[in-house]
């Protein structure tokens, strides 16, 4: 019988997945023209893999790489970061502010196990040639997801985050409850990984800008959709109050990843970092003190500027920035909201449920605010 279970969860993972539902499908209204992937892939060169852990009724985790560049080049982009609230970890941030480059990929997972997932990052590139300098500083985000998962157990090893680089490609990009989002919450709800993305026209040349998320963040009575009080609208579904604080304070955070085409530096990054404060607000977070906000924007252009002893760059003046401004807080909250639509209701550690934001209930709310898009 044993065998037999074992060969039938073989043969369901060969099969194809099926596509999960994404905001937009379910009648969600964005501004905005996203792009191929409506995903932070659309930026070419970007690659995103995942790896998920679900194992027994305790392990509900999982490692994220974003890399800018791909697999096959090391060369550093143009970078900053920001923090709306800093209870929260993003490591190497410091050498990007005072460098204005970011080095090697964007590793995001569960809060105890930043140090592991950073430690793996060294290992890949030192074996892979992928080190700019002699040394590596990773940058390594985290959220807690310690309601669902058994997050002292350390459950993530070197070779999770390994393998979360060596499956990152460009396309379409798994959501919801996959890599470090796996045991994540967001409005009282099952979170997880969310991205979009947006196109716009610069000085009449087209740029994109995607962003990705890991929502793990906010109350039920906060969540917003489409400017509407979607949570206050369903309040059936909510943790047990016994697993809760009383009363229940905003504990989560948010990482969010910009990245961008546009020929920005880290200045003017940091500016797009600033812009993402703004799509989470869309979704109703006050980013409460118990929360970790911390955005990274990157830009793919000026390749090599890193390297060159005398680089010349193109950059776009800021009196032209608005549309990349507007762009990410569109992106943003369009991510948050995908995030929670893909996510699947799971149960974890000494059986506390996440329910999944229900879509027929939210399609019922979007119409009785008449912003359901048929």
């Not at 060969?7 to 379910?26: C, G, M, T």
């Not at 390594?140 to 993530?156: I, K, P, R």
């Not at 680089?165 to 967001?186: D, Q, S």
Request: neutral net charge.
């Amino acid at each position: 019988m044993a065998r037999l279970t074992l060969l039938l969860v073989f043969a369901a993972a060969l099969l194809p997945a099926q596509p999960k539902p994404r905001a937009r499908a379910l009648g969600v209204p964005f501004d905005g023209t996203p792009g191929r992937w409506n995903a932070i892939t659309d930026v070419a060169g970007v690659e995103v893999g995942h790896t998920t852990l679900i194992e027994g009724d305790k392990v509900r985790t999982g490692v994220t790489a974003i890399l800018p560049r791909g697999k096959a080049d090391a060369d550093p982009v143009f970078a900053a970061w920001f923090a709306q609230n800093g209870n929260g970890e993003m490591t190497g941030t410091p050498w990007v502010e005072e460098s204005g480059f970011l080095e090697g990929p964007v590793m995001i997972t569960n809060t105890h196990s930043v140090g592991v997932v950073r430690d793996a990052v060294i290992g890949w590139q030192a074996r892979t040639g992928k080190m700019f300098q002699r040394f590596s500083m990773p940058l390594v985000a985290e959220t807690f997801d310690g309601f669902l998962n058994d997050v002292n157990g350390f459950h993530v090893k070197p070779e999770h985050a390994v393998q979360a680089i060596e499956k990152a490609a460009t396309g379409p990009v798994a959501e919801g409850n996959v890599g470090g989002g796996t045991g994540m919450m967001c409005m009282q709800f099952k979170g997880g990984v969310g991205t979009a993305s947006r196109v716009v026209k610069v000085n009449d040349a087209n740029y994109t800008v995607g962003v990705e998320v890991q929502a793990n963040y906010g109350r039920r009575d906060q969540f917003l959709a489409a400017g509407i009080p979607v949570g206050r609208e369903i309040p059936d579904g909510l943790p047990p109050r016994a697993a809760l604080d009383k009363p229940y304070v905003e504990a989560g955070s948010i990482i969010i990843i910009i990245a961008t085409d546009a020929p920005l530096v880290a200045h003017q990054l940091k500016r797009l970092a600033r812009r993402a404060t703004m799509g989470l607000a869309r979704t109703g977070s006050i980013a409460g003190n118990s929360s970790g906000d911390i955005f990274l924007a990157f830009s793919t252009a000026n390749p090599k500027a890193a390297s060159t002893p005398l680089a010349r760059i193109d950059l776009l003046a800021n009196s032209v920035l608005d549309p990349l401004f507007e762009a990410t807080v569109q992106a943003t909250e369009e991510s948050i909201i995908n995030a929670l639509v893909a996510a699947e209701s799971i149960t974890g550690v000494e059986g506390r449920r996440a329910a999944a934001l229900p879509h027929d209930k939210l399609r019922a709310v979007l119409k009785k605010y008449n912003r359901l898009v048929e």
